[in-house]
């Protein structure tokens, strides 16, 4: 039988020793600074607003790859001592990273 846990109000739960724990695994700082980053990123070249999960409908692994190192690279210069946004730098390689995973686990299906 499964260990449960009682609280002293006397209700019951099962323990949760087994489960992810995204409250636990995530940064909320992290999460609301590449929101800012999506958020802005929003606008295109031609002054359109792109929806918010625009690039869920597919962009080849390739591209993310290729942007990935550049912002890498960006990354790894910044972090030697380069100018720039650091910040921003790395809310793009999170994009791309989780681009290319996107588009990987969606391969998986």
Not at 66 to 92: I, N, T, V, Y
């Amino acid at each position: 039988m499964a260990e449960m846990r009682e609280f002293e109000s006397g209700a019951t739960r099962n323990l949760d020793e087994d489960r992810f724990d995204p409250e636990g695994f995530f940064s909320p700082s992290v999460l609301e600074r590449y929101m800012q980053y999506m958020h802005k990123h929003r606008k295109q070249a031609d002054g359109k607003l792109r929806a918010s999960d625009n690039w869920q409908k597919g962009i080849p692994l390739d591209v993310y790859m290729k942007s990935k190192w550049r912002h890498f690279f960006e990354s790894w210069r910044l972090h030697r001592g380069g100018q720039g946004d650091m910040e921003e730098s790395l809310c793009a390689e999170m994009f791309n990273t989780m681009g290319y995973l996107h588009e990987t686990l969606k391969g998986k299906k």
